[in-house]
């Protein structure tokens, strides 16, 4: 296809004019496109359809004292772990009990191949002859000298030799039995390491055939007494005020949370950890039988205000996520999903809401079907 040079002409000048037109240096002109900004949607807000299918209910009010929930963990009462110690080195010849086992107080635990103990029977049998010999020597001179035929200095020094050998004869058993081999007419090289303790294998520090060096390695089993157990649970340093010693506290274990202990407050840490702003709040409780050193525990202290809390139906609060929801109307055939802390069971299948709405507020009476419909 030709154009006519005229033609040309006319198409470029309007652009050559308007190009001209404007004036170097025009801001409409250097500026970046206006910014457009698109708001994202509130993933805790859900439409829905037909709202009157989901009824309301008012939260209502419930007074009572004021309450401070925090987290702990289950721990062995210290006082009541002891180590298993050996002072005999050697190699372990068997294992008789494991991390976990329960043990009764004198049970073999496990046994060692230690020439310390060969040593000391060596020591003790040189001891029971130097004993007998020593004895013979002050019978003879007792003799002797009741005819006369020897001084008292004589008959004192055969005395003082046989008591010195009575004491040598002493120490000698009483090291075997340190070194855990009582049986003193048995000698053996192998020693016995016994439970000092009833209770639980908490910590197991030695397998088969390993070496053992006494007080230098590492206790070879740890046993607790879990009868009794503390609760270590971290309180921020604004709440510490809420937390007496000698006050009573509710205990739920996480994984029987419909079951709810007793415990008492034993110590509050007086030093705070400088990074999370908690001190350590030890609660002292008998163990039930279910409760596990590690396990994960909500603790629950009651203080002396009065104070009204909100309380629902129970089927208004959807456990998710381990964390608490409601969902309350936000206008426009809206819900919106709210966290909320969950407290003690109430008289009416109701539960209490300790935080996050207040006493007045409608929130949809069934949270779990509304969540399966939102999510169809």
């Not at 009868?227 to 309180?235: E, G, H, K």
């Not at 419909?258 to 415990?263: C, G, S």
């Not at 990074?275 to 039930?288: C, G, Q, Y």
Request: glycine share 8%.
């Amino acid at each position: 296809m030709r154009y006519a040079p005229g033609a040309l002409f006319t198409l470029a000048f309007p652009l050559l004019w308007t190009a001209c037109a404007r004036p170097a240096g025009d801001p409409s002109v250097e500026a970046p496109p206006p910014l457009k900004v698109e708001r994202a949607e509130d993933a805790s807000v859900f439409p829905v359809e037909h709202p009157d299918r989901f009824p309301l209910t008012l939260a209502v009010e419930h007074t009572d004292t004021s309450k401070l929930r925090v987290t702990g963990a289950v721990a062995p009462d210290i006082s009541r772990t002891v180590p298993v110690i050996t002072l005999a080195t050697g190699r372990v010849v068997e294992i008789a009990a494991r991390l976990g086992d329960s043990v009764k107080k004198g049970q073999v635990l496990l046994r060692v191949q230690s020439a310390d103990i060969s040593g000391a029977y060596s020591d003790y049998q040189k001891a029971v002859a130097d004993e007998k010999l020593a004895r013979s020597q002050a019978e003879r001179s007792q003799l002797l000298y009741d005819h006369g035929a020897i001084a008292l200095k004589d008959l004192q020094v055969a005395q003082d030799m046989e008591t010195k050998a009575q004491v040598d004869v002493q120490t000698a058993a009483e090291k075997l039995r340190v070194l855990g081999n009582p049986d003193l007419g048995q000698p053996s090289g192998i020693v016995e390491i016994r439970a000092p303790v009833a209770g639980v294998i908490t910590d197991q520090q030695v397998t088969s055939a390993a070496g053992v060096q006494g007080l230098a390695s590492p206790n070879p089993f740890t046993i607790s007494d879990l009868s009794f157990v503390w609760i270590l649970c971290d309180v921020y340093e604004n709440d510490l005020a809420q937390v007496q010693l000698g006050d009573k506290a509710e205990v739920r274990l996480n994984a029987y949370p419909e079951k709810v202990f007793n415990a008492t407050i034993g110590n509050i840490g007086p030093i705070l950890d400088p990074n999370l702003r908690t001190a350590k709040v030890r609660l002292e409780l008998r163990n039930p039988g279910l409760m596990r050193p590690g396990m994960f525990v909500t603790a629950t202290f009651h203080g002396g205000a009065k104070r009204n809390y909100a309380a629902v139906p129970t089927t208004a609060i959807l456990h998710l996520q381990d964390r608490d929801w409601v969902y309350i109307p936000a206008g426009e055939n809206k819900f919106r999903r709210v966290e909320v802390v969950g407290g003690q069971m109430l008289a009416g299948n109701l539960q209490e809401v300790l935080s996050g709405i207040q006493p007045g507020q409608k929130v949809v009476t069934n949270a779990l079907e509304f969540q399966n419909t939102a999510e169809q």
